[in-house]
C-alpha cells in the first residue's frame, strides 16, 4: 500500500508563506510525478501544481508566480512553497504522485491532506 504524507500546513495571514512537504513512508517519489491539488469548502478538488519525474513544473493559473514546486532527490521529497498567500488559497492541499503529470486529471496514490488557512 503506498502511502503519501504531507506536512507543513498551518495558519498564515494574508501576504504570508508556507511550505509543504511530500514524502512517501516506504519508497522514493523520485521516479514519479508528483502534484499538488487542494480542495477549499463547498469547490471542488483543483490542481495546483506538478513536477515530472525529470523535473518538468506546472501551475495553475491562480497560483502561477506564487508558487514554487521542487524536489529534494537526496530527501525523496518535494515541496511546495506557497507565497504572498491570498483568503483564497485557503484549502486542504493534497500530495499525488502518478507516473504522469496532470492538474486536470487525478492521479493513483494521494496522500491525507494538510490544512492551509489564510486569515488575519
Known amino acids: 500500500q503506498v502511502q503519501l504524507v504531507e506536512s507543513g500546513g498551518g495558519l498564515v495571514q494574508p501576504g504570508g508563506s508556507l511550505r509543504l512537504a511530500c514524502a512517501a513512508s516506504?519508497?522514493?517519489?523520485?521516479?514519479?510525478?508528483v502534484s499538488w491539488w487542494r480542495q477549499a469548502p463547498g469547490k471542488e478538488r483543483e490542481g495546483v501544481s506538478c513536477?515530472?519525474?525529470?523535473?518538468?513544473?506546472f501551475y495553475a493559473d491562480s497560483v502561477k508566480g506564487r508558487f514554487t514546486i521542487s524536489r529534494d532527490v537526496a530527501k525523496g521529497t518535494v515541496f511546495l512553497k506557497m507565497s504572498s498567500l491570498k483568503p483564497e488559497d485557503t484549502a486542504i492541499y493534497y500530495c499525488?504522485?502518478?507516473?504522469?503529470?496532470?492538474?486536470?486529471?487525478?492521479?493513483?496514490?494521494w496522500g491525507q491532506g494538510t490544512q492551509v488557512n489564510v486569515s488575519s
Open positions: 513536477i515530472t519525474s525529470g523535473d518538468y513544473t
Open positions: 516506504e519508497w522514493t517519489l523520485n521516479y514519479y510525478a
Open positions: 499525488v504522485a502518478d507516473h504522469f503529470c496532470s492538474l486536470t486529471t487525478m492521479g493513483t496514490y
